[in-house]
């Protein structure tokens, strides 16, 4: 039985006879050919040299004459900039020279979601704060580093702030990559380029260095970055701006957890509540939500722990003392706190906590019923 049709484009290489389950319909060298190909044969993909002069022209035409062909990128060389661009065209997947039989059948297979085996996926755990400046991305940061610790493996964190995130600042780096330069169609090996490893065995995705870059990435682009990040890290943190849209609805469903770091004060707790009713309506599974009271100090706070349990119905999962000082300083340093600091420790047992707990059931669309729809490396 004959396999699915390719269209080779401006390649020459034997590997092309051994990819079991295809067959070559056509081999193009000129755009003309290309087009022959594309109005004529039902193809299901076609292969195309990217260290040729007008390959990314040719990409867009490609989608211009048929929007569903798929597209396998070939490079010469490690460029990382040239990888974004062909993404940024439409390339679904990129394989490099010289070409691998295998190599090649994984990323067709990936590109036309035919992957034999099955991908196992790092746990993902999102934070959201109940207020402003309620410390959530400080929470974040240490989460990920405290499973990191726990779990003997490395942790990816994601900054989903695309506005104004904080994260590469808290470790005092300036990547020279970020999530726009991996939220198009990028895949593992692009992943490997973008993400800048810290010696913390933390694995950074940072925000947009331009806040409109940010506007450009919308909710399946943010499920693309959570997957490919997933399938590459055991773990995966992800700090949320105080807001709800698409983008960050399309993050809490992909999580088997979300953290709310909520004050002691009126409206942190009342916000808490709001929030945990509006995720309960639109179908989020209860267990899958857990409250962190952060910045606690015994007899100052008016409100009692009890008063957010009793406003969310659950008992809170962790309580972080305030040591507002030693952490201000430690953030403003680029240098995290020493694991003696009463504060790492309650973070490192609500980590602790989260590794033993089965993951949430999944959860319904609530991005629909909300009506809401939105249109790495090294350091520098």
């Given at each position: 039985?004959?396999?699915?049709?390719?269209?080779?484009?401006?390649?020459?290489?034997?590997?092309?006879?051994?990819?079991?389950?295809?067959?070559?319909?056509?081999?193009?060298?000129?755009?003309?050919?290309?087009?022959?190909?594309?109005?004529?044969?039902?193809?299901?993909?076609?292969?195309?040299?990217?260290?040729?002069?007008?390959?990314?022209?040719?990409?867009?035409?490609?989608?211009?004459?048929?929007?569903?062909?798929?597209?396998?990128?070939?490079?010469?060389?490690?460029?990382?900039?040239?990888?974004?661009?062909?993404?940024?065209?439409?390339?679904?997947?990129?394989?490099?020279?010289?070409?691998?039989?295998?190599?090649?059948?994984?990323?067709?297979?990936?590109?036309?979601?035919?992957?034999?085996?099955?991908?196992?996926?790092?746990?993902?755990?999102?934070?959201?704060?109940?207020?402003?400046?309620?410390?959530?991305?400080?929470?974040?940061?240490?989460?990920?580093?405290s499973l990191a610790d726990l779990s003997k493996s490395s942790v990816a964190i994601v900054d989903v702030d695309f506005e104004f995130g904080t994260v590469a600042k808290l470790w005092d780096v300036n990547p020279r990559y970020t999530i726009a330069d991996f939220a198009g169609n990028g895949d593992g090996l692009l992943l490997e380029e973008v993400v800048l490893e810290l010696p913390c065995g933390i694995g950074l995705l940072p925000r947009p260095k331009q806040i409109e870059e940010g506007q450009a990435i919308d909710e399946a682009r943010m499920r693309h970055v959570i997957q490919a990040t997933r399938s590459a890290y055991p773990h995966l943190v992800m700090d949320l701006p105080r807001k709800l849209d698409a983008v960050t609805g399309c993050v809490i469903q992909e999580s088997e957890k979300l953290i709310v770091v909520v004050e002691l004060t009126v409206v942190g707790i009342y916000n808490a509540g709001r929030l945990n009713e509006t995720l309960t309506r639109f179908g989020i599974p209860p267990e899958t939500v857990e409250f962190v009271v952060n910045r606690y100090r015994k007899n100052v706070h008016s409100l009692s722990v009890e008063s957010l349990e009793n406003t969310v119905g659950k008992k809170v999962l962790g309580v972080v003392p305030n040591h507002y000082k030693s952490i201000l300083e430690a953030n403003d340093m680029g240098q995290p706190v020493s694991g003696k600091n009463p504060v790492r420790k309650a973070i490192s047992d609500i980590a602790s906590k989260l590794c033993r707990v089965e993951p949430g059931a999944s959860s319904g669309s609530w991005i629909a019923n909300l009506g809401l729809h939105l249109g790495a490396n090294k350091d520098a």
């Open positions: 039985m004959p396999g699915k049709k390719l269209c080779v484009h401006n390649l020459d290489d034997p590997v092309f006879e051994a990819l079991e389950g295809y067959e070559v319909a056509a081999f193009t060298c000129g755009r003309q050919e290309l087009r022959t190909a594309l109005t004529s044969s039902d193809l299901a993909a076609v292969i195309i040299d990217l260290d040729t002069p007008d390959a990314l022209d040719t990409i867009v035409e490609i989608h211009e004459i048929n929007a569903s062909t798929t597209v396998i990128g070939v490079l010469g060389e490690n460029d990382v900039q040239r990888c974004i661009a062909a993404q940024r065209a439409g390339c679904s997947q990129l394989t490099s020279k010289p070409l691998n039989a295998d190599d090649l059948l994984v990323a067709l297979r990936q590109a036309l979601n035919e992957s034999t085996e099955p991908i196992e996926l790092g746990r993902s755990i999102a934070v959201i704060g109940s207020s402003g400046g309620s410390g959530a991305t400080t929470l974040a940061c240490y989460l990920a580093m």
